[in-house]
T-cell receptor
Framework: GDSVTQMEGPVTLSEEAFLTINCTYTATGYPSLFWYVQYPGEGLQLLLKATKADDKGSNKGFEATYRKETTSFHLEKGSVQVSDSAVYFCALSDWSAGNKLTFGGGTRVLVKP | DTGVSQDPRHKITKRGQNVTFRCDPISEHNRLYWYRQTLGQGPEFLTYFQNEAQLEKSRLLSDRFSAERPKGSFSTLEIQRTEQGDSAMYLC??????????????FGPGTRLTVL
């Protein structure tokens, strides 16, 4: 079945540092890829998406590129802020399977001032 | 408020009791999903509905679990004879599915279940 693997946390950074969270996937079809974010005390929110190979998703300074050849969708941000402290989840969905989401285990990011 | 709502937000119960959770999706969203998230893990798919039809159930959904969406609007998830292993956050999400391609799922705040 489909699966998503992402780097374990916690990741602790200083403000303005560069952030990378690795994500790789296994899928039988042609999935769409997502990054969701969960801020403290809040629900899951979609951060960005990419629906086909070589697409780049971007939002709030975060970027991720759908790499079919390496089955990866790494999340990056050039300069993090304290407000980026959250748990980040990589996920995939396949429209032919009802678009149910398959999530990675999550990576907690803590940004210190 | 037009977001996904879930009730209750927290539920503490004793082992062996039955519990029921409710999810109200975004109005006019035709798909509704249930996920379960245990501490430190990512959410896991349980089941989903297209309108009132339950189209898929995960193997995680044992016979003690049942979900309904009677009129294609709100949904309920019932757990019978709860076990300590059922303790988790139960998440609901809704989306407006088109004729193909991805559709964004909007998540509710979740119901945290603690089984003593």
């Amino acid at each position: 079945g489909d699966s998503v693997t992402q780097m374990e946390g916690p990741v602790t950074l200083s403000e303005e540092a560069f952030l990378t969270i690795n994500c790789t996937y296994t899928a039988t079809g042609y999935p769409s890829l997502f990054w969701y974010v969960q801020y403290p005390g809040e629900g899951l929110q979609l951060l960005l998406k990419a629906t086909k190979a070589d697409d780049k998703g971007s939002n709030k300074g975060f970027e991720a590129t759908y790499r079919k050849e390496t089955t990866s969708f790494h999340l990056e941000k050039g300069s993090v802020q304290v407000s980026d402290s959250a748990v980040y989840f990589c996920a995939l969905s396949d429209w032919s399977a009802g678009n149910k989401l398959t999530f990675g285990g999550g990576t907690r990011v803590l940004v210190k001032p | 408020d037009t977001g996904v709502s879930q009730d209750p937000r927290h539920k503490i119960t004793k082992r062996g009791q039955n519990v029921t959770f409710r999810c109200d999706p975004i109005s006019e969203h035709n798909r509704l999903y249930w996920y379960r998230q245990t501490l430190g893990q990512g959410p896991e798919f349980l089941t989903y509905f297209q309108n009132e039809a339950q189209l898929e159930k995960s193997r995680l959904l044992s016979d003690r679990f049942s979900a309904e969406r009677p009129k294609g609007s709100f949904s309920t998830l019932e757990i019978q004879r709860t076990e300590q292993g059922d303790s988790a956050m139960y998440l609901c999400a809704s989306s407006l599915a088109g004729k193909g391609g991805w559709d964004e799922q909007f998540f509710g705040p979740g119901t945290r279940l603690t089984v003593l």
